[in-house]
């Protein structure tokens, strides 16, 4: 069902613009201001200029940033800054990073893969989407007609089918490989071999795959795809994408944390109360003294709960926390009567139980407020949000645990969609590595 498309990649030529780790950023999506600028400033031909130039005030319809993206993407081709590989390939991709105390790896491989409905049932979703987004990222596909960072996409092979052919390729060494500003290695083989692309092309057949992140790429992919078929050009069915088993050892997820702000007539003791209406809440000190030590045990606590319970931290300041737990059997009766039209893998959802319970039912923030962002903001930071309840920025904080891999997947197949940053998947996968240029076979 799911269709491969292995691509002529345009990569970095070393031997003219330069190191790697200068060249390279993170996705544009969390790339604020200030790291845009250090990016610029860091290599001339760093992947920025093309995946997430500067706005200018001097800007208009003939001279933006996406034809200054068009044009530096054109001369760096011209003057072999980039360059196509030869043949059409899949690249196997490593990314060694520390997460916690352990160092993991987590494999995966980078291909063009063909864009489909969501109806259709081969690409599934997880996540909602915001237009604004998506029409920035239509802009530069329409004037550079290329790829510059990869969809990252899940798929379910317990045979390790793609492993086993790339652990053929990984006993020599890689194509390439280079070290981060983050401490993270990347590592980079071709597979060109037409037996292997075949083989790896049919295991794909009856395979689905869920995007774990980059929702908006890919819905724009689609868009561009359609609009271009109304031209007749039909060279442009597919996109960029990374796939990962979800069967690899280093897939790790992080929470994202709940930072309120702005609700009319908040009231720290009525929140409580409130909270204390549909949640068992425990109260924790928080001493000054050894708050970080205290929040980490705290958050290890609620980790420790997730097969059983919804468990959920909350801060108003005070120097006090607030556990919450919901057991998970309740929702046949609590979240179907709140949320009866999600399937039941939604209701299950730590988020969901949050969305609906907590910032809907309490606080009164709906989706226009969430999607707004007038009164939520998202955080992965613990004690810097504390400090910012502290401080007055916000109202509370409420303390996440992370979303499991399999609950990605089973709420894709349910045909429903998560609230918005209910996973964050790490490592973020690198822009800049390899490039999926439309106008080359």
Known sequence: ??????????????????????????????????????????????????????????????????????????????????????????????????????????????????????????????????????????????????????????????????????????????????????????????????EDLQTIQNFFTPQKVYIADGHHRYETALNFHKEMQAQGKNDFGFCLMTLVNLHDPGLVIYPTHRMIKNVQNFSKDTFTEELSKVFTIKELELPASNRAEKLSTALQNIENKIDKQHAFLVYVGDDKLYELTFPRDVDNHVMAHRCGSKSTAWRNLDVAVLQCLILEDILGIDQEARTGGVNLAYTREEVG??????????????????????????????????PQKSTYFYPKLITGLVINDFTVK
């Not at 002529?8 to 544009?28: I, S």
């Open 385 to 418: 949000a504390l400090d910012k309840v502290d401080s007055g920025d916000f109202q509370a904080v409420i303390f996440m645990n992370p979303t499991l891999v399999r609950e990605v997947t089973e709420v894709a197949a349910a045909g429903d969609k998560m």
């Open 1 to 194: 069902m799911a269709k491969i498309v292995p691509i002529r990649g345009v990569r970095y030529n070393p031997e003219k613009a330069g190191e790697m780790v200068d060249l390279v950023t993170p996705p544009y999506d969390v790339i604020d201001e200030a790291e845009q600028r250090r990016f610029y400033e860091k290599n001339d031909y760093n992947v920025i200029r093309l995946e997430y130039g500067e706005v200018q005030s001097t800007d208009h319809q003939q001279e933006n940033r996406y034809t200054r993206a068009r044009e530096f993407f054109n001369s760096w081709l011209e003057d072999e800054i980039l360059i196509h590989d030869e043949n059409p390939s899949i690249y196997l991709y490593e990314q060694e990073f520390t997460a916690g105390d352990k160092r993991l790896t987590r494999s995966g491989f980078i291909t063009g893969v063909g864009v489909e409905d969501y109806e259709t049932g081969k690409i599934l979703p997880h996540e909602e989407t915001l237009s604004k987004a998506k029409a920035d990222r239509l802009e530069l596909l329409r004037h550079c007609h290329a790829n510059f960072s990869p969809i990252f996409g899940l798929y379910d092979d317990p045979a390790l089918t793609v492993e086993n052919i790339a652990a053929r390729y990984k006993q020599e060494l890689p194509d390439l490989m280079f070290t981060d500003e983050g401490g993270e290695t990347h590592r980079l083989w071709i597979v060109g071999d037409k």
